[in-house]
């Protein structure tokens, strides 16, 4: 089955609602989609109902634990192929072979880090559906199709330029980082072509007017300019 949205769904199953509130936050930052699951019951009916991208799976759980949970779904004609990462307390590798053996993609222990959390998510999703990870690009609610030639912004069409496409696309595959003018002329035009440094200045210009054009006043500005240093795309710019 392959997914239309640019932005995965993340289904955490978790009885602590104080950290299902953290982890969608986190998540939410860094463009994916949440849903949540407070029970191994629950999350059975919303992983067929919605099918999401992948989920984050604790293993202890009310009801039914996250093994049985991971089985069950391992055993749905529509859940079989849905990436799963267990979460759990119990660091002893003979609690992560079960827990692999039981169907689980990868393993995480708790306590974890948010970046460790976000590339494990990242690398699974890469493993199970390589072609869209090519293909498609999120951040935020930056949505880049990149075979369609096409990128929307919180549901509405953003037109770009040949090289402002570019541009945004070396940006949102790698977010976050800082990138100098001749860097930018390297990777967008190419070593063997010669244009003046400030001509990154204009392209960067039309591309943060072409993502903000038609957004409100909450609309955030996604390119920071870096003083002396170059440009980054960055949700926390302002």
Known sequence: MTRTTMQPLIL???DEADLVTLLSYNLEKEGFRTAAAYDGDEALLIANEQRPDLLLLDWMLPHRSGLDVCRQLRRGSK???IPI???TARGEEGDRVRGLDSGADDYLVKPFSNSELVARIRAVLRRAAPRM???ILGYGDVEMDL???RVRRGGRDVHLGPTEFRLL???MQHPGRVFSREQLLDVVWGHDVYVEPRTVDVHIRRLRKALNEGGDAETPDLIRTVRSAGYA???NSQ
């Open 12 to 14: 955490i199953v978790e």
């Open 79 to 81: 859940t079989r192929d």
């Open 85 to 87: 990462i267990m979460l």
């Open 133 to 135: 990870a090519e293909e």
């Open 147 to 149: 075979a369609a030639h």
């Open 169 to 171: 696309r070396h940006f």
């Open 233 to 235: 795309l960055d949700a």
